[in-house]
């Protein structure tokens, strides 16, 4: 479910952003040509995968990163990253082999 999150190009901006602090639902939505229900839903896709969670402030919905949640993620792609990075390694040999 966290790499599905993390499929969407939107989704990884949403939590780059809230990666350096807290944002409004309304906040998040300026930079993009879509509406604001269109983000939340974005921003739904990302707190059920658990890496933000939203609280009420008034009126409004504030998003904020799940760091534990992240760094999960980020230890599964740093092992991926470790194999791909060899297999990259020997692909790049057996073209300067030939």
């Known amino acids: ?32 040509a879509m509406s604001l229900a269109a983000i939340a839903k974005h921003v739904s896709v990302l707190e059920k995968a ?3 969670t939203k609280r ?3 009126k409004e919905k504030v998003v904020r990163i799940a760091p534990r949640t992240v760094k999960v993620a980020a230890a599964h792609l740093s092992e991926y990253e470790k194999v791909w990075s060899t297999r990259f390694d020997s692909l790049e040999k057996l073209i300067e082999d030939k």
Do not use: Q
């Open 50 to 52: 658990g890496l933000v």
């Open 1 to 32: 479910m966290i790499f599905g999150a993390l499929a969407d190009a939107t989704r990884r901006e949403i939590l780059k952003r809230v990666s350096i602090g807290e944002h409004t639902v309304s906040e998040l939505a300026e930079p993009y």
């Open 56 to 58: 009420r402030r008034g």
